[in-house]
């Protein structure tokens, strides 16, 4: 049995939580959040918790099992707290504002790269140099903040680029001078 899928999760109060058939629907604050699960586990909802129980013993079931515990309890966390990515912009002249719901970012290109948010994603700018990316839905946040990363990933030689905030950069030598 899987180790991560035996936890229950705790439902916060101002959650609301409905299953029907093979989908749980989480409802809070934040937003609403659905998780469609596979016949080899079975999800219930007890005195506040929900459990995630495996149908059978074989490995694969027990792969699920925690799998969509987590992909349940990210759900809960998500509609209840949100999450967050922070990137960072190094670099002369690198900046980032926000025009209305869109992320306007000069990166050393010859045009600026405009960034339009999916629906249930926010971004914001603080400071010139830091973005912030919020979410209810955890796989939404992370790729939205990958993307943005992409449109300039940081370089080895003097660092410059979009990372993410506390990402630690391997920096390369430059050239050996002439002697």
Not at 45 to 72: C, F, M, Q, W
Not at 74 to 83: D, I, L, P, Q
Not at 102 to 115: E, R, T
């Amino acid at each position: 049995m899987s180790r991560i899928g035996k936890k229950p999760i705790e439902i916060p109060s101002g959650v609301e939580v409905k299953i029907e058939g093979n989908t749980i629907t989480v409802k809070g604050s934040k937003g609403t959040e659905s998780v469609s699960f596979r016949d080899e586990v079975k999800v219930s909802v007890a005195d506040n918790h929900i459990i995630v129980e495996p149908n059978s013993d074989d490995r694969k079931t027990n792969a699920l099992h925690g799998l969509y515990r987590t992909l349940i309890a990210n759900a809960v966390h998500g509609v209840s707290e949100g999450f967050e990515k922070k990137l960072e912009i190094v670099g002369v002249g690198y900046r980032a504002n926000m025009e209305g719901t869109k992320l306007n970012m000069a990166l050393g290109y010859s045009h600026p790269v405009i960034i339009e948010p999916p629906a249930g994603i926010t971004l914001s700018v603080e400071a010139n140099t830091k973005i912030s990316v919020k979410g209810s839905n955890k796989q939404t946040v992370g790729d939205v903040a990958a993307f943005i990363r992409s449109k300039r990933p940081p370089e080895v030689y003097k660092g410059k680029g979009v990372k993410y905030e506390g990402e630690h950069i391997r920096r390369k030598a430059g050239k050996a001078g002439k002697k």
